[in-house]
């Protein structure tokens, strides 16, 4: 089972970014997908998840309206779609799978999820 996370990069701000978690082992449209990030000296905090079991999307508030995340059943990918970035947005972006289903509260707790990928770095600077 693996994760493959890419797309990250360096981007000005208010520009856009698409990461891509790919999935190896595991369907990553029957299992909840999260995205996640971590900036130097923070937790890594939870930014969205789509649910395996209905397809539902759930965002943080850090990021309700500037990002989209989407998946492709047949190419076993996910999507987070990065709008209007700023530079706060500057961190490790990781995505991880967990159970099928994940009540809408803990979605984004990154406790709940078991495989992780490797990280892809976002850098929001002009």
């Known amino acids: 089972v693996q994760l493959q996370a890419s797309g990250g990069g360096l981007v000005q701000p208010g520009g856009s970014l698409r990461l891509s978690c790919a999935g190896s082992?595991?369907?990553?449209?029957?299992?909840?997908v999260g995205w996640f990030r971590q900036a130097p000296g923070k937790e890594r905090e939870g930014l969205s998840c789509?649910?395996?079991?209905?397809?539902?999307?759930l965002y943080g508030e850090s990021v309700k309206g500037r990002f989209t995340v989407t998946r492709d059943k047949q190419k076993n990918t996910v999507f987070l779609q990065m709008n209007s970035l700023v530079p706060e947005d500057t961190a490790i972006y990781y995505c991880?799978?967990?159970?099928?289903?994940?009540?809408?509260?803990?979605?984004?707790?990154?406790?709940?999820?078991?495989?992780w990928g490797q990280g892809t770095l976002v850098t929001v600077s002009s």
């Open positions: 082992g595991i369907s990553l449209g029957s299992n909840t």
């Open positions: 789509i649910r395996g079991s209905d397809g539902n999307t």
């Open positions: 991880a799978t967990g159970a099928r289903h994940i009540i809408n509260s803990q979605c984004r707790n990154p406790s709940l999820y078991y495989t």
